[in-house]
């Protein structure tokens, strides 16, 4: 039931922000592409772009009582996780997909121009 996943947000300190989401993990990539061209201003201010991420994702249920959970994990916690599971690294601004283990840049479109 559901297609959950979780985003990790890793600004490199020991605590990291994870993102629960019930539905989110048959599109999450169009969704995330979404949500890192909203928070790209503020990229290098973790805080601040972390929070326009999530604001981005969960902007249609915000009001909701499900769908989304938002708590601190460890390092070490991200395996515990289950379901699907996308660190965003937020120091060296890549995507790392757990499943693949493929590391996609946030801003790959400006290394093309």
């Known amino acids: ?11 490199g300190t020991d605590s990291l922000v994870n993102l629960y989401s019930h539905w989110g993990a048959e599109t999450w990539q169009d969704d995330l592409a ?3 061209d909203h928070a790209q201003n503020r990229k290098g201010d973790y805080s601040y ?11 249609d249920e915000i009001l909701m009582e499900t769908g989304y959970g938002i708590y601190a994990i460890t390092r070490e916690g991200i395996i515990d996780l289950s379901d699907k599971i996308v660190v965003l ?3 060296n601004s890549l995507i790392i997909d757990f499943d693949t283990q493929e590391e996609i840049s946030f801003y790959y479109r400006e290394a093309l121009v």
């Open 1 to 11: 039931m559901g297609a959950r996943i979780n985003f990790v947000f890793d600004d």
């Open 34 to 36: 979404g949500a890192l």
């Open 89 to 91: 690294d937020l120091v």
């Open 49 to 59: 772009f972390t929070r326009m991420v999530i604001s981005h994702l969960i902007k």
